[in-house]
């Protein structure tokens, strides 16, 4: 199985300061035909996971530019530009490669 | 607006079976788009990621190593909706569990259902 691992676990962010999460896949996520398989899910409270990133890079619909993906292989990194109150929760990182599917520990975001 | 309705029992006894539908709005069980899926989510596993049916010219399945002899999920599409069974379960199954859709192209879970959380408890 592909071991997903997130960092930090916990982050407490100023409103309007930036916020960068690190995601590392045990192989590769990068296919044959140039795309890697990693997305990013936000979790608030109460909820059900959310699709920020697919692709690596991809915002979905109707997520903030504020949001961005990048990283290639075994690598990658979840930024927000300026960090909002409504963000807080947590955030997980999914190989989307090969089945098992796996995700992350998950990396809470928090206000300062 | 495509929706999952998830249903079933919130509390089951030890070495029971576990038992959960998902009800499909708005799109299609047979659609040879997406898959449907089975996740669950608790404080000693995380999010894990239990199984998938989808339909591309014939039923696929695939399961979790973890849980492999013990799920079974189906499709019915007389009532458009996917379950979950879940033999033998032990109090280590007590998690909230979702349905979640699967596109196949890009490869990503675009949609949840609200999850529902089943206590393993005698």
């Known amino acids: 199985d592909i071991v997903m691992t997130q960092s930090p676990l916990s982050l407490p962010v100023t409103p309007g300061e930036p916020a960068s999460i690190s995601c590392r896949s045990s192989?590769?996520?990068?296919?044959?035909?140039?795309?890697?398989?990693l997305n990013w899910y936000l979790q608030k409270p109460g909820q059900s996971p959310r699709l920020l990133i697919y692709?690596?890079?991809n915002r979905a619909s109707g997520v903030p530019d504020r949001f961005s993906g990048s990283g290639s292989g075994t690598d990658f990194t979840l930024k927000i530009s300026r960090v909002e109150a409504e963000d807080v929760g947590f955030y997980y990182c999914?190989?989307?490669?090969?089945?098992?599917?796996?995700f992350g520990q998950g990396t809470r975001l928090e206000i300062k | 607006q495509t929706q999952l309705q998830q249903s079933g029992p919130g509390l089951v006894k030890p070495s029971q079976t576990l038992s959960l539908t998902c009800a499909i709005s708005g799109d299609s069980v047979s659609s040879n788009s997406v898959a449907w899926n089975w996740i669950r989510q608790s404080p000693s596993r995380g999010l894990e990621w239990l199984g998938r049916?989808?339909?591309?010219?014939?039923?696929?399945?695939d399961y979790a190593t973890s849980v492999k002899s013990r799920i079974t999920i189906n499709s019915d599409t007389s009532r458009n909706q996917f379950s979950l069974q879940l033999n033998s379960v032990t109090p280590d199954d007590t998690a909230v569990y979702y349905c979640?859709?699967?596109?196949?192209?890009?490869?990503?879970?675009?949609?949840w259902g609200r999850g529902t959380l089943v206590t393993v408890s005698s």
């Open positions: 192989q590769s996520l990068l296919y044959s035909n140039g795309q890697n398989y």
């Open positions: 049916t989808y339909y591309l010219s014939k039923w696929n399945y």
């Open positions: 999914m190989q989307a490669l090969q089945t098992p599917l796996t």
């Open positions: 692709l690596g890079s």
């Open positions: 979640a859709r699967w596109a196949h192209q890009d490869r990503h879970f675009d949609l």
